[in-house]
């Protein structure tokens, strides 16, 4: 039996993103997003049902401002007092891991989907999924760009409009297009 593009996806493979199940798990993220951001504020003073609902795992006191956009929230991991500011756009086709009290600015992104570089394939939809893993106190600026496959540290700080496409060891601060250390 061959793995279905659902299975290739979660396994880190390539796979077509161009698939009924796939749009589907997109389109359930779609409506929980909608509710969430929808929502009165008053409703909104921790993480949301239709997300807590959507999401893989969260702590406590999480915040999500609106609005919010996630792929399918099924692999987005929270930890404790995250913190994602309006505008916040997760692309999860592979996991994001957030740690506990980490802040993400407005308008950052966080993309696990790297698509092909054949013109023919990409016309397709193939594509592969890296994850992203943010640790414990890390701070996000506004507009930050987190690419595919990308680990930031403990305590590290992106600052704003920087495009992440390496790793940042802990306690380590980034600037720039693409990012490098302070």
């Known amino acids: ?3 279905t593009e659902y299975d290739k996806m979660l396994a880190g493979q390539w796979y077509s993103c161009i698939d009924d199940r796939l749009e589907a798990l ?3 993220a779609r409506h929980a997003v909608f509710a969430h951001n929808s929502m009165s504020p008053d409703d909104r003073q921790q993480l949301s049902t239709p997300l807590a609902d959507l999401i893989a795992q969260h702590g406590e006191n999480c915040m999500i401002e609106v609005p919010f956009h996630c792929s399918y929230g ?3 991991h929270l930890g404790d007092a995250v ?3 309006a505008g916040c756009i997760i692309l999860d086709s592979a996991p994001v891991v957030i740690g506990s009290r980490t802040m993400i600015g407005p308008g950052a992104q966080i993309l696990c989907a790297q698509h092909h570089k054949d013109r023919d394939k990409r ?3 193939i594509e ?3 994850p992203v893993t943010l640790g414990d106190d890390v701070w996000i600026g506004a507009g930050a760009i987190i690419m595919p496959g990308v680990r930031i540290g403990d305590g ?3 600052g704003a409009g920087a495009v992440v496409t390496r790793d940042v060891a802990a306690g380590q601060s980034v600037i720039g297009v693409p990012a490098r250390r302070m």
């Open 123 to 125: 016309k397709a939809g």
């Open 83 to 85: 913190y994602l500011n």
């Open 128 to 130: 592969i999924a890296r």
């Open 1 to 3: 039996m061959s793995a």
């Open 26 to 28: 997109r389109m359930r």
């Open 74 to 76: 099924f692999n987005i």
């Open 156 to 158: 590290a700080i992106v």
